[in-house]
T-cell receptor, first 115, second 112 residues
Framework: GAGVSQSPSNKVTEKGKDVELRCDPISGHTALYWYRQSLGQGLEFLIYFQGNSAPDKSGLPSDRFSAERTGGSVSTLTIQRTQQEDSAVYLC?????????????FGPGTRLTVT | ELKVEQNPLFLSMQEGKNYTIYCNYSTTSDRLYWYRQDPGKSLESLFVLLSNGAVKQEGRLMASLDTKARLSTLHITAAVHDLSATYFCAVDSQGGSEKLVFGKGTKLTVNP
């Protein structure tokens, strides 16, 4: 079956511009996560959505970062006024929730480069 | 705050040799995951360990979990070049979002 998909796969933007990254989770998965992977910081949690509950935003590094999830499915991560330190690979994962393992399935990622 | 430490961070080994990667974590958790990442690729799930004493094996890789010691190991038997990748352990933070806290990864290079 289809896995987690993300778009675009690569994004180059100028410092100060806004970007939107998209994630399509596995159908039926109610939990959705965003992580960031960078050389300096490794893999970091950003934000989590579960059903209709309020998202856990505890990992967002600044108020320039926001995310929404529409209709319990597709999610968009928005970074406003991008900075060079935002350059990283942004990974989305989804989970069926409620299962014994809570296993998270990762998408291919979006590589963001801020010039 | 949950912390996850992996060692070694870099591992170069010869084909046919055995080695173990260690993953320590700082607070109680009953769920530990091992992922593999090839260069430029996303994370591929290898093992999910759910209870103390859990052991899982797939091919030349075997993972175990000791929740009392807060330690997981990933053992490589008779390494082959195709195992070259970066291996991450991750611990489930539980109690809410179940977000994963990752170790820094172990970059494994298997030389012919």
């Amino acid at each position: 079956g289809a896995g987690v998909s993300q778009s675009p796969s690569n994004k180059v933007t100028e410092k100060g511009k806004d970007v939107e990254l998209r994630c399509d989770p596995i159908s039926g998965h109610t939990a959705l996560y965003w992580y960031r992977q960078s050389l300096g910081q490794g893999l970091e949690f950003l934000i989590y959505f579960q059903g209709n509950s309020a998202p856990d935003k505890s990992g967002l590094p600044s108020d320039r970062f926001s995310a929404e999830r529409t209709g319990g499915s597709v999610s968009t991560l928005t970074i406003q006024r991008t900075q060079q330190e935002d350059s990283a690979v942004y990974l989305c994962a989804s989970s069926p929730w409620g299962g014994a393992s809570y296993e998270q399935y990762f998408g291919p990622g979006t590589r963001l480069t801020v010039t | 705050e949950l912390k996850v430490e992996q060692n070694p961070l870099f591992l170069s080994m010869q084909e046919g040799k055995n080695y173990t990667i260690y993953c320590n974590y700082s607070t109680t958790s009953d769920r530990l995951y091992w992922y593999r990442q090839d260069p430029g690729k996303s994370l591929e799930s290898l093992f999910v360990l759910l209870s103390n004493g859990a052991v899982k094996q797939e091919g030349r890789l075997m993972a175990s979990l000791d929740t009392k010691a807060r330690l997981s190991t990933l053992h490589i038997t008779a390494a082959v070049h195709d195992l070259s990748a970066t291996y991450f352990c991750a611990v489930d933070s539980q109690g809410g979002s179940e977000k994963l806290v990752f170790g820094k990864g172990t970059k494994l290079t298997v030389n012919p």
